[in-house]
């Protein structure tokens, strides 16, 4: 993968909201159709502890287009927005002589938070439609909300053949998060009790809206064997019977931990599973040593004075182990929710919580579900993980933090209509 090539990689990145790695067939379920995604995972690179940097869409999405741990490129709640200052992926590969668009799908990712920088094309007409009836259905979503996921299609397909290679281009699809019952055919209705099985359904829904026809779409496209897909999730989700689905809260594995899929047509290699945890803010540092442009990403405003907080992931087969492979921090995963004063710090052996109430630390290879708290059990343990957040300098401000361009209560409304707030 070398941007010297006489024909550059084309990347696309395929964002699914709320989507848990536990709810897809190649990740072991057995109850949800997911065959495109399986038919990826067959041939492609599985990562099987990817950690996401926030618990919701907009901290996550500015970690995943910037490399950047949140108290770095400043986006830490929904009234804030990326700084002029901040270098994303797509200004970097635009700036290379990449054709750029973004599909955000969602409003708390327009541009007016700073997301669209970078991108010739950045597709905002996806403005939700409304129906009759405002009530919630019975899974707990408003019905008020539909995403027009269609016109995106057709946008996005109009934009691919109306110039050349090579591109970088960006989906986000919402209607895992938010999707009327009603517009779940009946075929997808299925699961292990009626709450999962929505979710499920929903799920299976986009594997074939979205991942199956942006597959389809490439795949008309004459750069489809030069393409490198990256599909992962934002974050998880918190399913509790009796309750709505939730995830802007506690930082559990249930909504931290994200499905990640790399695949490419011509990989040497296929079917191979990465054990090891990795971020989702590995993905543009990844996507910018494999094609030769970090030094690009250094002239944007990083580098020495702003460095990734993620490391290039291992994809065998694809191109060679990274050199930072064994730098320091890269086995340390963080997230955070700034608004709640959540911050925490992941290995594969431990999580460390902070939390207005105190510390918190789980052995997650005897506890996975975080049931214990050990911090008196082990307090070398909980020593290293105070020194290594502070270190990070997580919980002291921003010094990038802009507010967003948006009215107050424009973004209160906004999160309202997705579920964040009553």
């Known amino acids: 993968m070398n941007a010297k090539a006489s024909h550059p990689w084309n990347i ?58 949140p108290h770095l490129h400043g986006l830490r709640s929904p009234y804030d927005r990326l700084g002029p200052e901040v270098p994303t992926l797509a200004s970097v590969l635009a700036e290379a002589g990449y054709r750029t668009a973004g ?98 359904g929903k799920i299976s829904l986009a594997d074939e809206r979205c991942v199956g026809a942006v597959l389809e779409m490439l795949e008309r496209h004459g750069g489809y064997e030069r393409t490198l897909l990256f599909i992962l999730s934002d974050h998880g989700e918190e399913l509790v019977p009796g309750l709505p689905p939730f995830h802007n809260g506690a930082l559990s594995d249930r909504v931290l931990r994200v499905p990640l899929i790399v695949f490419c047509p011509s990989m040497a290699s296929s079917g191979v599973r990465v054990s090891q945890q990795v971020r989702t803010a590995d993905l543009a540092p990844t996507v910018l040593e494999g094609t030769g442009l970090l030094p690009r990403w250094a002239g944007n405003g990083g580098g020495a004075t702003l460095e990734f907080s993620g ?64 911090l008196s059990r082990h307090p070398r343990t909980a020593e290293y993980f105070r020194r290594e957040m502070e270190e990070l300098g997580v919980r002291g401000p921003s010094a990038v933090r802009v507010r967003v361009d948006r009215e107050e209560e424009e973004t209160r409304r906004l999160l309202k209509s997705f579920g964040y707030i009553e």
């Not at 995106?152 to 019952?181: I, K, N, S």
């Not at 182990?321 to 594969?348: H, K, M, V």
Request: hydrophobic residues 40%; charged residues 20%; proline residues 9%.
């Open 103 to 200: 599909f955000p799908g969602n409003d708390l990712l327009g541009s007016r938070a700073g997301f669209g920088k970078g991108f010739d094309l950045y597709y905002e007409d996806y403005r939700l439609c409304r129906t009759a009836d405002p009530a919630p259905a019975s899974n707990g979503v408003s019905a008020n909300n539909r995403n027009r996921w269609e016109d995106v299609l057709r946008a996005a397909e109009a934009w691919l053949q109306a110039g050349p290679e090579p591109f970088f281009v960006w989906f986000h699809y919402l209607d895992t998060h938010h999707l009327p019952e009603c517009d779940l055919p009946d075929y997808y209705r299925f699961g292990r009790d009626p709450q999962w099985q929505f979710y499920e």
């Open 311 to 374: 490391f290039p992931l291992p994809l065998p087969g694809l191109f060679p182990l990274p050199r930072r492979l064994a730098a320091s921090g890269r086995d340390l995963a963080y997230a955070e929710n700034e608004p709640l004063g959540l911050y925490c710090l992941r290995t594969e052996e431990w999580k460390y919580l902070v939390t207005p109430d105190g510390e918190m630390l789980f052995h997650l290879a005897s506890d996975p579900a975080e049931q214990a708290n050990v």
């Open 12 to 69: 696309v990145f395929i964002t699914l909201d709320c989507v848990r790695p536990d709810f897809l067939g190649c990740y072991g379920c057995l109850s949800v159709q997911t065959p495109n995604l399986d038919r990826l995972a067959a041939r492609g690179v599985v990562f099987e502890q990817a950690i996401t940097q926030a618990p919701n869409t907009w901290v996550s999405h500015a970690g995943i287009l910037t490399g950047l741990y």
